[in-house]
């Protein structure tokens, strides 16, 4: 059986697309998975695949005398990723980016062995473009993206096929919510978005006039008290449950959630991440803007979240061009690729 190692973390944002892959891929291969030993081995513990720790250091985007060490850390762990790739050869590297799957990629190139990398946001992350020479092809979740790399193919964002499976009554009895009114989710991320918790706590009260309320906060974010109508959880494992009850979404803009809910036609308010970022989130919330995919609300706005969720309700053009909007087939293209390539 021929062997897929998987690579990527340092967020959810970069394993979840991984899990989505893997899940389709285990009937027919070998799989294991490089990363640090961080919040990526937890994720991946539930494979059960082999999992091999190579700590890589992350750079810092403001000046820290962390960065002067980075060159030392980034051959060693290097280095210990060509030990692992020699120990246990794979015959394909996949790469879902972020800092952590630099190693791995460096190792394969330098066994020989073809890589695949995939980018999820409008504009490449770092270690995508230190990557793209090394890899057979950077995948891209925009057809904008593919364009500025030789060996750029656009395939779309891997969404987890289980999420097209929930059950909007069933969820609905398990939230307790009674149907009369829309049903508002709350996404801040994996860990919880401060801003958007705190903003849709402090005004709870107009929002419970319209909307029952399901919150996915984060952990260690819950509310000491939930009123009539508002459900929170720290985290939430059916989410396909989630979605299904759902009729709008307010969320941070990382390009896989945003995928998520296009595929699933959900109306979206995104706030992007305005703080210790590149820029990404603003980029991917204006892009599907600019298509009237969705509705955007900056952080410093939060304050004019009841009236945004009220007129993204009622748009009528964002909702008929959700409906309009194939279903994102990223998984079956990546997943196609990867058969072609093992043959």
Not at 108 to 127: I, M, N, Q
């Amino acid at each position: 059986m021929k062997r897929i190692l998987f690579t990527g973390g340092g967020s959810a944002g970069h394993v979840i697309p991984n899990l989505a892959l893997m899940q389709e891929l285990a009937p027919r291969y070998a799989l294991a998975y490089m990363g640090t030993d961080g919040m990526e081995r937890a994720l991946v513990s539930a494979v059960g695949c082999p999992y091999f720790v190579v700590n890589c250091p992350k750079l810092r985007r403001s000046l820290s005398a962390e960065n002067l060490a980075i060159p030392f850390r980034l051959a060693a762990a290097n280095r210990a990723a060509l030990r692992v790739m020699k120990r246990h050869p794979p015959d394909l590297v996949f790469s879902k980016g972020g800092y952590v799957s630099y190693p791995a990629i460096w190792a394969a190139h330098r066994l020989k062995v073809p890589v695949l990398t995939h980018e999820s946001d409008l504009t490449p992350g770092l270690c995508t473009r230190l990557a793209a020479r090394k890899c057979r092809y950077v995948l891209t979740s925009f057809p904008e993206t593919a364009a500025r790399f030789r060996n750029g193919k656009y395939v779309g964002s891997p969404v987890r096929r289980a999420l097209y499976a929930g059950v909007r009554a069933d969820a609905m009895r398990r939230y307790a919510f009674d149907g009369r009114k829309p049903v508002l989710l709350v996404l801040g991320g994996g860990s919880g978005s401060r801003a958007i918790n705190e903003a849709v706590r402090a005004r709870l009260a107009p929002l419970l006039l319209h909307f029952d309320i399901l919150h996915l906060c984060g952990k260690g974010n819950l509310a000491p008290h939930s009123p009539r109508g508002y459900v929170q959880r720290e985290f939430e494992t059916d989410m396909a449950g989630a979605y299904a009850c759902a009729d709008l979404a307010l969320s941070r803009a990382g390009s896989n959630t945003v995928f998520e809910l296009l595929s699933l036609a959900k109306p979206a308010l995104l706030v992007p991440l305005a703080y210790a970022t590149r820029g990404d989130q603003a980029e991917n919330a204006r892009y599907f803007c600019e298509k009237h995919l969705c509705a955007m609300l900056a952080e410093r706005d939060l304050a004019e979240l009841p009236a945004a969720l009220l007129r993204l309700y009622g748009n009528a053009e964002i909702r008929a061009a959700l409906r309009a909007r194939r279903r994102e087939a990223g998984t079956e293209n990546i997943v196609a690729l990867i058969d072609e390539l093992m043959r």
